[in-house]
């Protein structure tokens, strides 16, 4: 798809490829809606990324995807590198890998199923810039890693990451690594805590957790503050930074 244009597929299933179902060079958006990808990558070679929905490379360009489920793909169900990603009402299912593996600008993932995928359900990174990412009314179950990892230079927002829940991950969790940059905030998901891996509040920056929210951090995991992080527990509703073994607040994690 060259620089400026667009690619929209309507329907059907792309399956059975040797290596990528469906690779994107070039600097043009895709979009898929309603589509099945599955049982892609099962040719030999050295590409991480072969399976189902792939940039090879970073091609700067937009991947949407509107009700489609990536399932049993070798590897990775979506790796992509380019400017944004948006993920609506799909199911990432049984890959043997990460069901979602992006390096973006834009993240927003929606009403979405991330399951029983060999790594973690959905694992993004900021691609060269500052992100906000969107997480909201998603389920994680059944990942070998952690549900979900978000990582790079972002912007957190409570109101963006809303409404997601968790169960049976090999860790039961969103975790978060990177600089959390900004006025940063988080709230409570349920049965899902989130967890700091390698993470920083820069000087300026700061995070604040709402009442009620869970952060479990395992071996070397830790949260740097060189700005400011708030915490608004209540009485009611504390505030937990605690041990990923910790299974008194926000269930059984790992």
């Known amino acids: 798809v060259d620089t400026g244009a667009a690619l929209t597929i309507n329907g059907g299933g792309i399956e059975d490829s040797l290596y990528h179902g469906l690779c994107g060079y070039r600097s043009g958006d895709v979009v898929l809606r309603d589509a099945v990808v599955s049982r892609n990558g099962s040719g030999s070679g050295s590409s991480y990324s072969y399976g189902g929905i792939?940039?090879?490379?970073?091609?700067?360009?937009?991947?949407?995807?509107?009700?489609?489920?990536?399932?049993?793909?070798?590897?990775?169900?979506?790796?992509?590198?380019?400017?944004?990603?948006?993920?609506?009402?799909?199911?990432?299912?049984?890959?043997?890998?990460?069901?979602?593996?992006?390096?973006?600008?834009?993240?927003?993932?929606?009403?979405?199923?991330?399951?029983?995928?060999?790594?973690?359900?959905?694992?993004?990174?900021?691609n060269g810039e500052t992100y906000r990412p969107t997480l909201q009314n998603n389920t994680f179950s059944g990942n070998g890693g952690d549900g979900a990892n978000l990582n790079g230079a972002m912007v957190l927002q409570d109101d963006l990451i809303v409404g997601n829940s968790g169960s049976g991950n090999g860790t039961n969790r969103i975790s978060l690594g990177g600089v959390i940059t900004g006025t940063s905030t988080l709230g409570p998901q349920t049965n899902l805590p989130y967890g700091f891996t390698s993470a920083s509040i820069p000087s300026g920056g700061s995070l604040t957790l709402r009442a009620g929210t869970v952060a479990k951090s395992g071996s070397g995991g830790q949260l740097t503050v060189n700005g400011t992080l708030i915490a608004e527990g209540t009485s009611e509703f504390p505030v937990y930074l605690t041990s990923l073994k910790d299974d008194s607040v926000g269930g059984d994690t790992d």
Do not use: K, P
Not at 55 to 65: I, M
């Open 54 to 126: 792939s940039s090879v490379t970073d091609n700067g360009s937009g991947l949407t995807l509107e009700r489609v489920t990536a399932a049993n793909n070798t590897r990775r169900g979506v790796t992509w590198y380019g400017s944004a990603l948006t993920i609506t009402d799909s199911v990432m299912e049984s890959n043997g890998g990460y069901g979602v593996y992006a390096h973006v600008n834009g993240l927003t993932v929606t009403g979405s199923t991330f399951q029983n995928n060999t790594s973690a359900g959905l694992a993004t990174y900021s």
